[in-house]
């Protein structure tokens, strides 16, 4: 029986015994029933008393959780469920129904573009036990909710000012080109990178476990959000320069320019086209040389995480590092690239970067690793 203690008399040396290996006291000792244990193993067919009782739990929580309540019932008429387990099995059930739906208002809010409440629904889903962020990427589903937090309000912001032009004929009729889209907004860059290393710290790198998402996954998701927002705002930046330098060319072509002759007048025009080119080419220059330094802040704390294994050998940190080379090489360019003056310096950076693009990309090749075909043009 049960609860008998010790029912066969077994020594303290055998019950030890019997609990490294999984027995329990009522078992007879395996080498009365099989002869040749433990110089021999044990067939595959034997189960002890624990197995069969663990499995039985388990059968009968999966059939409560996979399937209706109207199945619990039927379990506790068996008698086979005892009150506890018949309240613990529900209030399990109910809550992992609940922790699906909120998962899928979650998903729908987020292609819905209601940000905020995605945000919310994610918030609640984190901070319960049986969520577990790493697993079906939910991490990057929460990265995307913060790189887009106040979406709404920009769009609502944005269609109250298409209607007021839409009022004002003047502001039709000058109106000047949208900006170049981009993902996200880059006041929350930040934001997302204090949520990636929050999750490098707590999920480092596993050897004995390679294939669980760690900070193997969160790193090269971290470089590539940076690197995409400064190429975004470079962008963007250069748009809005575009922009009000054709307005204030707009404003100096009204200015009339003083007749003393044909000739004068057009050294006078050529003058100031020329000024206007050089002030353009030295704002652009500008932007690209603020560019570049941050692009160069990025590549060396690359640098710095690729000294350590396994970051040295990932395939997907070493194409990010050889794009973010061609991306500087590309930046060492000035704009007014037909003058000599100062161009060896710039044509230098840019064989030293294009060289550390080209290592990158060798490294991956040697680990049978895949490049895209316009990559391969540069080894």
């Not at 040749?36 to 388990?58: E, V």
């Not at 739906?101 to 984190?126: N, P, Q, S, W």
């Not at 007014?336 to 161009?343: A, C, D, N, T």
Request: overall charge neutral; hydrophobic content about 30%.
């Amino acid at each position: 029986p049960s609860y008998v203690i010790n029912p066969r008399s077994h020594s303290p040396n055998t019950l030890r015994q019997f609990a490294v290996a999984g027995l329990s006291p009522e078992e007879d000792v395996p080498s009365k029933i099989y002869r040749h244990f433990p110089h021999q193993p044990l067939p595959d067919n034997y189960t002890t008393a624990r197995d069969r009782r663990g499995r039985s739990r388990r059968d009968r929580m999966k059939s409560a959780t996979s399937g209706s309540e109207a199945d619990v019932d039927t379990d506790v008429d068996d008698g086979r469920w005892s009150r506890a387990e018949q309240q613990l099995v529900k209030s399990y059930s109910h809550r992992m129904k609940h922790l699906n739906t909120m998962t899928a208002i979650m998903h729908r809010c987020l292609y819905d573009g209601d940000i905020e409440r995605a945000k919310r629904a994610f918030g609640m889903l984190v901070r319960t036990k049986e969520v577990d962020i790493r697993l079906n990427n939910m991490w990057a589903v929460g990265s995307e909710i913060l790189m887009r937090d106040g979406e709404e309000k920009r769009h609502q912001s944005k269609g109250k000012d298409v209607l007021h032009d839409d009022h004002d004929e003047q502001a039709t009729e000058g109106a000047s080109s949208k900006p170049p889209p981009r993902w996200g907004s880059a006041e929350n860059v930040e934001t997302v990178k204090r949520y990636l290393e929050i999750l490098i710290q707590q999920h480092p790198h596993d050897p004995h476990r390679p294939r669980l998402t760690s900070a193997v996954d969160f790193w090269p998701a971290l470089f590539s959000i940076e690197i995409y927002s400064i190429d975004a705002e470079f962008k963007r930046a250069l748009h809005r320069l575009d922009e009000q330098l054709d307005s204030t060319q707009d404003a100096e072509s009204d200015t009339p320019l003083s007749y003393a002759g044909s000739d004068d007048f057009e050294m006078q025009s050529l003058r100031r086209d020329e000024r206007r080119k050089s002030t353009k080419w030295a704002s652009k220059d500008e932007i690209r040389q603020d560019t570049r330094e941050a692009a160069q802040q990025i590549a060396t704390r690359m640098d710095q995480i690729m000294e350590n294994a396994p970051y040295d050998r990932h395939l997907e940190i070493l194409r990010l590092r050889g794009m973010v080379s061609l991306f500087i090489g590309d930046l060492h360019l000035p704009t007014r690239i037909v003058e000599k003056q100062g161009i060896e310096d710039k044509l230098q950076g840019l064989e030293y970067e294009l060289d550390k693009a080209r290592d990158f990309f060798r490294r991956i090749l040697e680990r049978k690793g895949r490049l895209e075909p316009w990559l391969m043009k540069f080894l």
